[in-house]
């Protein structure tokens, strides 16, 4: 019996997975790498929500979030969009690092952590 679920995979990867009350998002991007920082925010955010609420949670329920900038000059930016995304009373742990990704017109790169 496999009580690990696994949302939207292939070969490679889920981009989801469960197990019991625990849900682990992979990385996720906006769909517009042209798009400034608000919007790939935004977009990301956006998977963020659908993977959870097929997952069976939402972003109440999240635990931790790692934020992956190409550059610091955007987290104003991205903390522009994500304080109105955010639950108030439930603002999860989170981390921000400038990183490089795998593809350079990406800004941001989320990964969650989140219960049911």
Request: glycine share 6%; proline share 2%.
């Amino acid at each position: 019996m496999n009580d690990i679920v696994r949302i939207d995979r292939n070969a490679r990867r889920a981009r989801a997975s469960a197990f019991k009350d625990l849900v682990l998002l992979a990385g996720q991007v906006a769909d517009d790498k042209t798009a400034g920082i608000e919007e790939q925010t935004r977009q990301a955010l956006a998977k963020v929500d659908a993977l959870l609420a097929e997952a069976g949670t939402d972003k109440s329920r999240v635990l931790s979030v790692t934020i992956w900038l190409t550059s610091m000059s955007d987290y104003d930016g991205f903390n522009a969009v994500w304080d109105g995304w955010v639950v108030a009373g439930s603002e999860p742990s989170r981390a921000c690092a400038k990183v490089e990704l795998a593809d350079p017109a990406y800004r941001v790169e989320l990964i969650v952590t989140a219960v049911r």
